[in-house]
């Protein structure tokens, strides 16, 4: 018997899903352009309401997830976050 091999759809650093066989490590938010951990009780609650699963997507890792334009979840990510939001209000570029 010959099984498929799974593999996930994830988003590159210029935002053009991909196959990986690896899982992805960080999920996002399409429209709101927002990342964060898997296991975000923010996120976790929009899924549970049906209104969040269209626009998942999900990340290799943080820095992927930076460069295609998101920003870090204010819920899950706090530090990140923060130091995202000092940035933006300095006009100073951010990375994690």
């Known amino acids: 018997m ?3 091999k799974k593999t996930y759809t994830l988003l590159g650093p210029d935002g053009t899903p991909f196959r990986s066989a690896a899982e992805g490590r960080w999920g996002g938010h399409r429209v709101s352009k927002i990342y964060g ?3 975000c009780a923010s996120a976790l609650r929009a899924i549970a309401g049906g209104g969040y699963v269209r626009h998942r997507v999900f990340f290799a890792d943080e820095a992927t997830a930076v460069a295609a ?3 870090p979840c204010g819920c899950c990510c706090q530090d990140r976050y923060r130091k995202w939001k000092t940035s933006l209000e300095n006009g100073e570029p951010w990375t994690p």
């Open 69 to 71: 334009g998101y920003r």
């Open 2 to 4: 010959n099984e498929a």
């Open 37 to 39: 951990r898997l296991d």
